[in-house]
């Protein structure tokens, strides 16, 4: 419907309108355990910094995902579609749409000196990466530590608020929150001519990195058909 005032069209903003499957959005959240409220994740440094939740190397800043890629939690992802930009939304998770029940067949037992081969102090909470996967020391005694392989939040209830800013249409900003959300690339300059993108960026890209990155691009930005990447002199 076309709304005049005083004769002037006007224009209908993308705010209003209802998310849907592969659309970009920019989005604000924090993520809380729903327990004891305490504060996982975030994208206002304001709200990190009250809550001591803090950290000087995290990107507080509003984030551009695809809905229906699961740049974020499954879950949450698809309770997003069908909702209106422009507004602010609380979503409900249980543990098994957060991050899953906890599962006894990943908390396994290793030696402690294991650990002490490689010069490291087993204690309870140290965090580790064995062969890939993330663990946290649960407890050590008798020559043993019992090490937990589960996602920290397993097993936990979590409660997302989630400011839906706005949808993007700009497809040179598509192709932007694509480099950083898959290749942690901020930096990178993008020139658009039609459906033809030139990314040039820092360092060379391996071959491999770019043409999955095309594939990606070519999925979600189907206006853009062909991207190609060079370095910076």
């Known amino acids: 419907m076309e709304i005049f005032i005083n004769n002037y069209l006007v224009p209908k903003y993308s705010s209003m309108a209802a998310i849907k499957q592969h ?7 924090t993520g ?35 809905i229906g890629e699961h740049n974020i939690l499954k879950s949450l992802d698809e309770k997003m579609i069908g909702k ?17 029940r906890k599962d006894a067949k990943l908390i396994q037992m290793i030696p402690s000196n294991k650990f002490r081969q490689q010069k490291i102090q087993p204690v309870p909470g140290l965090q580790l990466n064995i062969d890939g996967m993330f663990g946290i020391v649960r407890t050590v005694s008798g020559g043993r530590c019992y090490v937990d392989f589960n996602h920290p939040l397993a097993g ?14 700009d497809n040179k900003e598509k192709l932007n ?12 300059n993008i020139e658009l001519n039609g459906e033809n993108a030139k990314i040039e960026t820092k360092a060379e890209l391996p071959k491999p990195v770019q043409e999955e990155f095309r594939k990606i691009a070519n999925h979600t930005v189907p206006a853009v058909k062909n991207v190609e990447f060079s370095k910076k002199a």
């Open 23 to 29: 659309d970009f959005v920019e989005i604000e959240y």
């Open 32 to 66: 809380t355990i729903k327990e004891d409220n305490t504060i996982f994740d975030t994208t206002e440094e304001k709200v990190a910094k009250e809550h001591g939740a803090y950290d000087e190397h995290a990107d507080y800043s509003p984030a551009v995902i695809c």
């Open 84 to 100: 209106e930009a422009g507004k602010e939304y609380t979503f409900d998770l249980s543990p098994e749409e957060a991050f899953g």
């Open 156 to 169: 936990k209830g979590i409660v997302y608020k989630v400011k839906i800013n706005r949808i993007v249409e």
């Open 177 to 188: 929150s694509l480099l950083k959300l898959h290749l942690q690339m901020k930096d990178a």
